[in-house]
C-alpha cells in the first residue's frame, strides 16, 4: 500500500463552530463538503496522515518537517480553547523521508525550530477528521512545512512522500491545507486584484480535473500578485501522485468573505506514463530558457557573461571589443537584474554613471547583483543556467512636485531626503499605483512617512 487518497482543503479557522459562533453557516456548502472530504479520507483507515501547512515552520529555501514523537494543541488564540488535539508523529515516516530527502538533494528534514503547537493550516482540517473519527484520531500524523524553494522542489517534494509511503507500505492519505485568492473583494483582507478571481478558477479547474500539469503554468509572479495561499500545497499533493491517474473531484467552492474557499478529492487509480509532469515541465522549462538566451541583445550578452565568468573563475572580465557605440560611448546609470523561476534573485543598480561607459557600468553591476545584494545569498555555478537577466538604462532624471506626474509604467522614481535616496523601477510586477512606488522607494531609503522629501522622475530602456 501506499497513497490511498488525498484532499485539497480551506483553513479558515471560522469554519470551526466553536470560532465562527454562527459566521460559519455562510460557508455551509463548505462545511458539507468539508465532512464529505474526511469522510473519504478516512473510508479506508489510513495509517498516517500527512498534512501539508502553509502556516506551519516556513523557511525560504528548506522544507521543515515537524520532529518529535507526539503535538498537542488548541484552538485558543481564535478564542476556542476548549477544542483540542493530541496527535502522534510517525517518527518512522518522517525519518525515512528526511533520509530520502537528503540522498536526492532536496532540502528538506527536522533541523530549525521546534514549534510543537500545532497551526490553524493544520488544526482546521484535523477538526474535522478528528470529528469524522467521533473521537481522537486513529492514524499518525506528519506535518509538512512549505518554503520559499521553486514550485518544482515542492513537486520534488510530493515524490519522495510517495515513494516514502511506497517502501514503508504504509496506507496514507495526504492533506493540502490553503486557501485560495485572499483578493476576491474590495472590502475582502487584502482588497481586490483582478488576478485573484481568475486564479480562483483556474485552481478549481486544475484540481477538480485532475490536470496537475498545468499548476505550473500559473507562475509565482502571477500567484503572488492574486495574493493565494495554498498554490505550494496543491503542487506537492500533485507530486505525491507523480506518474499516476486519479479520480479527482471537485466538491465546492465559496468566496463570500473575499478569499476563496476550495475543496477537491483525489483517488489513485493506477499508473500513466503520461503523468509525469515535473519531467513535461523541465523539459519545456529548459526549453523556454534556451530560447530566452537565444534572442538576448548584446546588452544581457554582456551582462550574463560577467557574472558566468565571475561565479565560474572569480574572474572580472575586460570590456569586449565587439561592442556597439551605444555601449562603449555612452555614459548611464544600469540597473541589472536577474530573476530564477520568475522570482527577483538580485538586482544592483547605479542611479548616475560610475564608470567611463555603459559597458563598464553593466558588467560592474551584474557581478554586485549576483553576489553583493543582502537580500539573497550569492548566486551558485548550479543556478546560472537558470538566471534569466534584464538590463536597465536610466534616463536623465527631471524634477517633480508629486505623485501626480508619476506613471508607474513609464516613469521610475527617486525620492530623497538629506542625503538618504531611495530608488525604485517602472513596471514591476504588483507596483500598480504612484503611492505605492513612493512608499516603497522611501521605506528602501529608510525614509520615515513624515519626513519631507524631494521627488524625481525618470525613464529606463528596460533590454531583455
Same mark, same amino acid.
Do not use: W
Given at each position: ?15 470551526? $463552530? ?29 495509517? /498516517?496522515? *500527512? ?23 488548541? *484552538? ?8 483540542? !488535539? ?17 540522498? +536526492? %538533494?532536496?532540502?528538506? @528534514? ?8 500545532? #497551526?490553524?493550516?493544520?488544526?482546521? $482540517? ?50 493540502? +491545507? @490553503? #486557501?485560495?485568492?485572499?483578493?476576491? =473583494? ?6 481586490? =486584484?483582478?488576478? %485573484? ?18 499548476? !505550473? ?25 507523480? %506518474? ?20 477537491? /478529492?483525489?483517488? $489513485? ?54 561592442? +556597439? ?47 553583493? #545584494? ?27 512636485? +508629486? ?18 535616496? %531611495?530608488?525604485?523601477? $517602472?513596471?514591476?510586477?504588483? *507596483? ?13 531609503? @529608510? ?18
Amino acid at each position: 500500500m501506499s497513497i490511498i487518497g488525498a484532499a485539497m482543503v480551506p483553513h479558515p479557522p471560522l469554519i470551526v $463552530p466553536e470560532v465562527g459562533r454562527g459566521q460559519e453557516q455562510a460557508i455551509s456548502k463548505t462545511i458539507t463538503a468539508y465532512r464529505n472530504a474526511a469522510l473519504l479520507l478516512i473510508k479506508e483507515k489510513p495509517e /498516517t496522515i *500527512v498534512v501539508l501547512s502553509p502556516h506551519s515552520i516556513m523557511y525560504a529555501d528548506y522544507f521543515h518537517i515537524s520532529p518529535g514523537a507526539k503535538a498537542k494543541s488548541r *484552538v485558543a488564540q481564535f478564542g476556542a480553547g476548549e477544542v483540542k !488535539f493530541e496527535v502522534k508523529y510517525d517518527t518512522e515516516f518522517v525519518e525515512a523521508l528526511s533520509r530520502r530527502a537528503e540522498i +536526492s %538533494g532536496l532540502p528538506a @528534514g527536522t533541523y530549525g525550530e521546534k514549534e510543537k503547537k500545532l #497551526d490553524h493550516g493544520t488544526m482546521v $482540517p484535523l477538526y474535522f477528521i478528528q470529528q469524522t473519527y467521533g473521537g481522537e484520531i486513529d492514524a499518525a500524523l506528519i506535518r509538512i512545512g512549505m518554503s520559499g524553494l521553486p514550485y518544482s522542489e515542492h513537486y520534488k517534494l510530493g515524490i519522495l512522500i510517495g515513494e516514502t509511503a511506497e517502501r514503508l507500505n504504509r496506507k496514507t492519505v495526504i492533506v493540502a +491545507s @490553503g #486557501d485560495l485568492s485572499h483578493r476576491l =473583494k474590495s472590502d475582502g483582507p487584502y482588497g481586490y =486584484k483582478a488576478e %485573484g478571481p481568475v486564479y480562483d478558477e483556474k485552481i478549481m479547474n486544475v484540481m477538480g480535473s485532475g490536470n496537475f500539469g498545468e499548476l !505550473f503554468d500559473m507562475d509565482e509572479a502571477f500567484c503572488e500578485i492574486a495574493g493565494e495561499c495554498g498554490h505550494r500545497t496543491f503542487i506537492t499533493l500533485a507530486g505525491c501522485f507523480n %506518474g499516476k491517474r486519479v479520480k479527482a473531484e471537485k466538491l465546492s467552492y465559496e468566496g463570500p468573505f473575499g478569499v476563496g474557499y476550495g475543496l477537491c /478529492t483525489f483517488i $489513485p487509480i493506477g499508473y500513466d506514463e503520461e503523468r509525469f509532469f515535473l519531467d513535461k515541465y523541465n523539459e519545456k522549462h529548459n526549453e523556454q530558457l534556451n530560447l530566452i538566451k537565444q534572442h538576448e541583445d548584446e546588452y544581457v550578452r554582456l551582462a550574463r557573461r560577467a557574472v558566468e565568468a565571475y561565479v565560474l573563475r572569480d574572474e572580472k572580465i575586460k570590456i569586449p571589443g565587439n561592442l +556597439s557605440a551605444e555601449l562603449t560611448e555612452n555614459k548611464a546609470g544600469v540597473f541589472v537584474s536577474l530573476k530564477k523561476h520568475g522570482q527577483l534573485r538580485g538586482c544592483i543598480g547605479t542611479i548616475t554613471a560610475t564608470t567611463e561607459n555603459v559597458a563598464a557600468e553593466i558588467i560592474n553591476n551584474a557581478i554586485s547583483a549576483a553576489s553583493r #545584494d543582502t537580500r539573497f545569498p550569492p548566486v551558485g555555478h548550479d543556478e546560472l543556467n537558470e538566471i534569466v537577466y534584464s538590463v536597465d538604462i536610466l534616463g536623465e532624471a527631471e524634477d517633480i512636485e +508629486s505623485g501626480k506626474e508619476l506613471d508607474v509604467a513609464r516613469y521610475g522614481v527617486i525620492v530623497t531626503s538629506g542625503s538618504r535616496r %531611495g530608488l525604485l523601477l $517602472p513596471n514591476l510586477d504588483g *507596483v500598480d499605483t504612484a503611492e505605492q512606488q513612493i512608499d516603497i522607494a522611501r521605506q528602501k531609503a @529608510g525614509i520615515r512617512p513624515n519626513e519631507k522629501i524631494k521627488l524625481q522622475r525618470f525613464e529606463v530602456v528596460r533590454h531583455y
